[in-house]
């Protein structure tokens, strides 16, 4: 933890979830606001220091890859924009997939809490990965369900009694993702981002099913680790070696057959 101001909410475990048929708001998580540097821009523990002489290899691009990879690029650079209709539909979408059961009394509300998110307005929280953190949550949502529900109820293994808050931790993971793969540059400057592109080009929803990975394996080494809020750092640098290890690993073809897809469950 450092102190240069970033903020962090970070969630008591009380319940199990919000209670079903309940249209009021259910007060499942107690949120508690300090002071660190693992939100969003600030996230500290993913953020490779570089110097500008440093000589860094560059890959070539297939015409596939080239065009694949200006496509994800353009999701990089759409913003959370609360005033367009479709950024508001998919907010609300992602409500309903995590609680079906649940009517959302607004965009900016309280119950957001409840997935996690700082405040009463998720938009606030979305600078740290833009609309793809939206898009990639609502991916996993829809894609692996049931991991989704296990990771946001917080449902499996022995849980610290301060969990990390579910909605940052994804923008977070989305964010990691975009550095680790050094998806901003015109092309490949390490062997991790190259390797990625091959599955790009093979699938244009790549990005999306290793966030669905990550945040997985994430959630595995928290527990390994027997984690707690101030340790989500740690916890984030694990995962991102982890997932680096496995991106190389000989003979793999998809993204399908890392190992730690098999942690997924639909």
């Not at 606001?33 to 821009?41: E, P």
């Not at 759409?78 to 979408?93: F, G, K, N, T, W």
């Not at 009694?161 to 092309?187: C, S």
């Not at 699938?203 to 669905?212: H, K, Q, R, T, V």
């Amino acid at each position: 933890m450092d102190d240069r101001g970033g903020s962090f909410v970070a969630v008591r475990r009380i319940s199990q979830g919000l209670e079903r048929g309940n249209t009021c708001h259910s007060t499942s998580a107690e949120v508690v606001a300090g002071s660190a540097a693992w939100l969003g821009r600030g996230l500290s523990c993913v953020c490779a220091q570089r110097r500008e002489s440093d000589a860094r290899p560059s890959f070539d691009l297939t015409p596939g890859q080239e065009e694949r990879l200006q496509r994800l690029q353009s999701r990089l650079d759409v913003s959370y924009d609360c005033s367009i209709p479709e950024h508001q539909e998919a907010l609300r979408a992602l409500w309903n997939a995590a609680f079906p059961e649940v009517e959302l009394r607004g965009l900016i509300s309280e119950q957001w809490k409840d997935m996690g998110w700082q405040g009463k307005d998720p938009s606030t929280d979305f600078r740290g990965g833009g609309f793809i953190s939206l898009e990639n949550l609502l991916f996993f949502a829809k894609n692996f369900p049931k991991t989704f529900q296990d990771l946001l109820q917080k449902q499996e293994g022995d849980r610290s009694v301060w969990e990390y808050p579910f909605a940052v931790a994804g923008v977070n993971i989305t964010f990691m993702l975009i550095q680790m793969l050094d998806l901003e540059a015109v092309k490949p400057r390490t062997l991790v981002g190259a390797t990625f592109l091959k599955f790009l080009a093979e699938s244009e929803s790549a990005f999306d099913l290793l966030y669905c990975i990550t945040f997985k394996l994430m959630d595995h080494q928290w527990l390994s680790m027997r984690a707690s809020y101030m340790d989500f750092n740690a916890v984030m640098k694990s995962t991102r070696r982890q997932l680096e290890q496995e991106l190389l690993l000989e003979d793999i073809t998809s993204l399908e057959q890392l190992p730690s897809y098999g942690l997924l469950s639909q």
